[in-house]
């Protein structure tokens, strides 16, 4: 079977439209190689060919329409999206002049902007514009591309005297928390291809390599998060491969152990810093990154008691800074308050109320259990997703632009490259 349409005549508005989607799918597979080395270049692409993909659904909407209501990984997104400018026009007929609003109108757009991409794209896809081996090697081509570049780039980094690697996100969290994500989507997707002769080989060095760039980041949550999920994707493909014997057991624990020695550094640092941070927060004081978090999630709490509904930012900050001048004279939380609240959930209900606790449940468990494709630790999209959903009990992950733009390409491509059921529910 050729790899592209068969040859016939097309209108002007057929012509225009298979100009836009190439023109939009090139854009959309570099998104993810220039988001780990240069983000600049990979914030153009993705905007471009956001606005290629809005020019595309203007020509077709009619057509379009229906492939927002049937896909399963475009509303998650898109009602973040809502949500987010619904709030910042309220709180911006509200604001404070000379006060961070925390207004969130871009990281809205992107959210907007990766629902459009998405839209199109799917669409094109549906219309058999690309057809689907070709569609599937290109993913291939740009997740693999993303992941050896990113690789080379950490540990480039790392030999020049970077402390932290950040990559081209120059953020060691989220660098931690995207890199995470694509390792993880790569480990799953060669899961499922059973054709391939050296897939556990290939799935155990991904493995290997990534839990070794994550240590590099030195971001605890992802040392530990990352790791177990890699080890929950290996144990899942030697069960599926029924390969759970001895010598291949024995063989991932000497690699494991190989890796640990080369960042035992790391990990004994990160441990030890980590108990004396707890320690110190058990005594009082909590001038410390756990500390700090701890007083942040307590004073959420409260600030979701106050106000069930919802708030400004400014509100909430307040009542969290009466609570801790109350509870916790000298707190270093203080510093942290006009960022956010080190967890998604206690971030979005803080300030979106009960209404926005639940379209952040919605967006989890529509795209860890109901994307389309079956199964959770074969499954691309939901092992991305419950890594996000595990990262962001402390942190928060889903405002950030960077972030953003990474994990909706991430599910796009993820999403094509595996079962045709994620494209469009044909019920």
Not at 31 to 53: N, T
Not at 181 to 203: C, D, G, H, R
Not at 382 to 395: E, F, K, P
Request: net charge positive.
């Amino acid at each position: 079977m050729s790899e592209l349409p068969s040859s016939r005549k097309y209108t002007k508005n057929e012509q225009v439209t298979r100009v836009i989607f190439f023109s939009s799918l090139a854009l959309l597979l570099l998104i993810l190689p220039f988001g780990f080395f240069h983000e600049k270049a990979s914030r153009v692409s993705f905007y471009f060919c956001s606005y290629l993909c809005a020019a595309g659904i203007l020509l077709n909407f009619k057509d379009i329409r229906s492939t927002l209501f049937t896909s399963k990984i475009i509303l998650p997104g898109l009602l973040l999206a809502i949500m987010f400018t619904v709030w910042s026009l309220v709180v911006s007929y509200n604001k404070i002049p000379g006060v961070d609003n925390g207004l969130l109108f871009t990281p809205a757009k992107r959210w907007f902007l990766a629902a459009l991409i998405a839209l199109f794209t799917l669409w094109g896809v549906k219309k058999e514009l690309i057809s689907k081996t070709l569609l599937y090697k290109l993913t291939w081509i740009s997740l693999s591309f993303a992941f050896i570049l990113s690789s080379i780039y950490g540990i480039w980094q790392h030999i020049n005297g970077v402390d932290r690697i950040v990559l081209g996100i120059n953020r060691a969290t989220l660098t931690a928390y995207a890199y995470s994500a694509l390792a993880l989507a790569m480990m799953t997707m060669l899961n499922q291809i059973n054709s391939l002769s050296v897939k556990f080989t290939a799935i155990i060095f991904t493995c290997l390599l990534s839990i070794y760039i994550i240590l590099l980041t030195e971001t605890r949550s992802a040392m530990f998060i990352h790791t177990l999920l890699s080890v929950a994707i290996m144990v899942s493909a030697l069960w599926r491969g029924k390969l759970i014997k001895p010598l291949p057991v024995i063989a991932i624990i000497i690699a494991f152990a190989i890796i640990a020695t080369f960042g035992k550094g790391i990990i004994y640092s990160r441990v030890d810093t980590t108990q004396q941070e707890i320690t110190r927060f058990s005594q009082g004081d909590d001038h410390t990154s756990l500390g700090s978090r701890f007083t942040l999630w307590q004073s959420g709490l409260v600030a979701i008691q106050e106000n069930p509904l919802g708030q400004t930012q400014v509100t909430r900050n307040n009542i969290i800074r009466n609570w801790i001048t109350t509870n916790h004279p000298d707190s270093f939380a203080l510093e942290y308050i006009d960022v956010h609240l080190h967890n998604e959930f206690l971030q979005y209900t803080s300030l979106f109320g009960i209404f926005g606790f639940l379209v952040l449940l919605f967006f989890f468990i529509k795209l860890i259990f109901d994307n389309g494709i079956k199964g959770v630790f074969s499954n691309p999209v939901s092992i991305m997703v419950i890594s996000a959903l595990l990262y962001g009990m402390t942190d928060v992950l889903l405002t950030s632009i960077e972030y953003i733009v990474l994990l909706s390409t991430l599910i796009l491509l993820a999403s094509l490259n595996s079962d045709k059921k994620v494209i469009v529910d044909k019920r």
